[in-house]
């Protein structure tokens, strides 16, 4: 059953797991488009996808913006490579509970079948305090929901669109929070469909590059205070700054790749410079 959807995605790491991706949601009934951010996409992918050729990584947001604009139909379904329907009618049910000029995502589970909270509550001052020297706690709420995790968010294409789509400041991480920010501004809602399941097996799209993931995480955290509570940008940039080193300190004898990104993150805090992606046009 064709669906007025395309489901479209950025891919950066294995072939194997974009072509799986692309066969599973072309059996779902939709048009698939991929952005080619790695260069690693094998040639028969293209017989079940729509592949944009390799440019460099532009990160997450801007390679689903370049998706999103090859779109021919009136919804995108954006997702990760590693994000897929979790069975033959998941996709349907998702978008007939879609409603018109919305923000939509569905119940996302993990390989071993637990479910992924994928939605959450705006970040706070507050909530960055608690992490300086104890690990980050979950934005989770069961009572509200102001964001939709980027791995499973369905909108209408020309909606996206006039938002702007994804911010191309975030090169990962909140770019789909700081999405949702701006469309409760413009009085869009945030739907999600519990009846509808997806399975996001999380990392296995991407390579595994855990430093370059944490700079980019505590960036696009900053940059979200940026762009929408100036107020708390000095504050909350001095906490992640305190994060970072006393971060730097404990893993300094045995975490490598942690020492690493997290130097990359204060880099990139001191500097005001976000941090580079492997591969991308200025790295």
Same mark, same amino acid.
């Given at each position: 059953?064709?669906?007025?959807?395309?489901?479209?995605?950025?891919?950066?790491?294995?072939?194997?797991?974009?072509?799986?991706?692309?066969?599973?949601?072309?059996?779902?009934?939709?048009?698939?488009?991929?952005?080619?951010?790695?260069?690693?996409?094998?040639?028969?992918?293209?017989?079940?996808?729509?592949?944009?050729?390799?440019?460099?990584?532009?990160?997450?947001?801007? =390679?689903?913006?370049?998706?999103?604009?090859?779109?021919?139909? @009136?919804?995108?379904?954006?997702? #990760?490579?590693?994000?897929?329907?979790?069975?033959?009618?998941?996709?349907?049910?998702?978008?007939?509970?879609?409603?018109?000029?919305?923000?939509?995502?569905?119940?996302?589970?993990?390989?071993?079948?637990?479910?992924?909270?994928?939605?959450?509550?705006?970040?706070?001052?507050?909530?960055?305090?608690?992490?300086?020297?104890? @690990?980050?706690?979950?934005?989770?709420? /069961?009572? /509200?929901?102001?964001?939709?995790?980027?791995?499973?968010?369905?909108?209408?294409?020309?909606?996206?669109?006039?938002?702007?789509?994804?911010?191309?400041?975030?090169?990962?991480?909140?770019?789909?929070?700081?999405?949702?920010?701006?469309?409760?501004?413009?009085?869009?809602?945030?739907?999600?469909?519990?009846?509808?399941?997806?399975?996001?097996?999380? =990392?296995?799209?991407?390579?595994?590059?855990?430093?370059?993931?944490?700079?980019?995480?505590?960036?696009?955290?900053?940059?979200?205070? /940026?762009?929408?509570?100036?107020? #708390?940008?000095?504050?909350?940039?001095?906490?992640?700054?305190?994060?970072?080193?006393?971060?730097?300190?404990?893993?300094?004898?045995?975490?490598?790749?942690?020492?690493?990104?997290?130097?990359?993150?204060?880099?990139?805090?001191?500097?005001?410079?976000?941090?580079?992606?492997? =591969?991308?046009?200025?790295?």
């Amino acid at each position: 059953m064709f669906l007025p959807v395309t489901v479209v995605t950025v891919a950066y790491g294995s072939s194997d797991v974009v072509k799986k991706w692309a066969v599973k949601w072309s059996e779902a009934g939709a048009t698939c488009v991929i952005a080619d951010n790695g260069n690693l996409i094998s040639p028969d992918v293209s017989s079940y996808a729509k592949v944009l050729p390799f440019s460099g990584n532009s990160g997450f947001g801007a =390679g689903i913006n370049r998706a999103v604009q090859e779109a021919d139909t @009136p919804v995108v379904l954006i997702t #990760n490579p590693d994000t897929l329907p979790g069975n033959a009618d998941s996709l349907e049910i998702l978008y007939n509970s879609h409603s018109h000029g919305n923000l939509t995502t569905g119940a996302t589970f993990n390989s071993q079948q637990s479910l992924i909270h994928s939605t959450g509550i705006w970040p706070s001052r507050d909530w960055i305090r608690t992490q300086i020297c104890r @690990p980050a706690k979950s934005l989770w709420r /069961r009572d /509200r929901m102001d964001w939709l995790q980027g791995s499973l968010i369905m909108a209408d294409r020309d909606s996206f669109l006039d938002l702007g789509g994804f911010s191309n400041n975030f090169p990962l991480y909140f770019e789909d929070v700081d999405l949702c920010f701006r469309a409760k501004k413009r009085g869009m809602a945030i739907n999600y469909c519990s009846e509808s399941s997806f399975i996001h097996d999380e =990392g296995s799209g991407s390579e595994r590059a855990s430093a370059t993931r944490l700079s980019c995480f505590h960036w696009g955290l900053l940059e979200f205070f /940026r762009n929408h509570d100036p107020e #708390n940008l000095n504050s909350v940039r001095r906490m992640l700054i305190a994060k970072c080193i006393v971060r730097i300190f404990s893993y300094s004898l045995w975490d490598f790749q942690a020492v690493k990104g997290y130097s990359l993150a204060l880099r990139s805090l001191f500097t005001g410079i976000p941090p580079e992606l492997p =591969g991308s046009v200025n790295g």
